[in-house]
């Protein structure tokens, strides 16, 4: 019994990690500030956060097919606890539209 708990509270103790969501431009990784907990990545709490951070409020980042395949499998594989952050592809053109003023940099990650 007291095996089959300790496997228990492993699994559980996995969906309480934090797993940040970092952007991807350029090649340059630029984390959001923004985590998520292991049990709640899936896609529609990433685009909430992504709406929550985008410059306006009007209009919406949409994902590209292949930038959405390459998600779901990184969603697939953070759940699978074989991944430990979020990664999303875009474009320094999107990057500049939608998220620069908002998503706190540090001299580390900022795009030049």
């Known amino acids: 019994m007291a095996v089959l708990a300790l496997f228990a509270y492993i699994e ?3 969906g309480e990690d934090e797993i940040p969501i970092i952007f991807r431009v350029d090649g340059k990784e630029i984390d959001t500030n923004f985590k998520l907990l292991r049990k709640s990545v899936t896609r529609s ?3 909430g956060v992504l709406g929550m951070i985008q410059k306006k409020t009007t209009g919406r980042y949409e ?3 292949d930038m959405a395949y390459k998600l779901m499998e990184n ?3 953070v759940q699978k606890g074989k991944k430990d952050k979020i990664y999303i592809q ?3 053109e999107l990057y500049d539209k939608y ?3 908002k998503v706190m940099t ?4 900022k795009l030049d």
Do not use: V
Request: aromatic share 10%.
């Open 12 to 14: 559980y103790a996995k």
């Open 45 to 47: 709490e990433i685009l």
């Open 63 to 65: 994902i590209k097919n």
């Open 75 to 77: 969603i697939n594989e």
């Open 90 to 92: 875009i474009s320094r």
């Open 99 to 101: 998220f620069n003023d």
């Open 106 to 109: 540090t001299n580390d990650n």
